[in-house]
């Protein structure tokens, strides 16, 4: 699916977003982290081999909530849910979360550390976008 133009500048405003990824049982595991439009994919970086990175090797269906600032034209405030399927590559951890830190923490952030691990990158191909917003295909 094409991302929206209106979706793109979201993220770029440093949004709170929320991962949705199934644990073994079925059960919703929640965390929240930093991601980026990167073409048409949303994509975050991670050091470590977190639940959520197995959870998604597992099962690659995932949601992603992100809250706007923004409001709508009757008060409500606007929100993305994206819907899609993510997949897990080894490396380039470094290059996204350093991006994303110059974006969340300010420009003159030294995070990550240049002695990061390689850790791992994740792509999200989206299937379908909801919510409150000019970006929303449907309402959920």
Same mark, same amino acid.
């Given at each position: ?50 639940v ?6 597992? !099962? ?11 409001k !709508? ?5 606007? $929100? ?14 470094f ?8 974006? $969340? ?6 995070? &990550? ?6 850790? $791992? ?12 917003? &000019? ?6």
């Open positions: 699916m094409k991302l929206p133009q209106s979706l793109r500048d979201l993220l770029a405003s440093a949004p709170a977003c929320h991962l949705t990824t199934l644990n073994r049982d079925g059960s919703p595991q929640v965390t929240v982290n930093w991601y980026e439009a990167d073409g048409d994919e949303i994509v975050s970086g991670h050091f470590r081999d977190h959520k990175l197995k959870n998604v090797r597992r !099962n690659p269906r995932v949601a992603l909530s992100i809250a706007a600032t923004t !709508n034209a009757i008060g409500l405030q606007e $929100y993305a849910v994206i819907y899609g399927e993510a997949k897990v590559y080894e490396g380039g951890a290059e996204v979360v350093r991006r994303l830190a110059d974006l $969340y923490l300010g420009p003159d952030s030294a995070f &990550p550390s240049p002695s990061s691990p390689s850790g $791992y990158t994740m792509r999200i191909s989206v299937h379908r976008i909801a919510g409150i917003g &000019p970006w929303a295909t449907e309402s959920d």
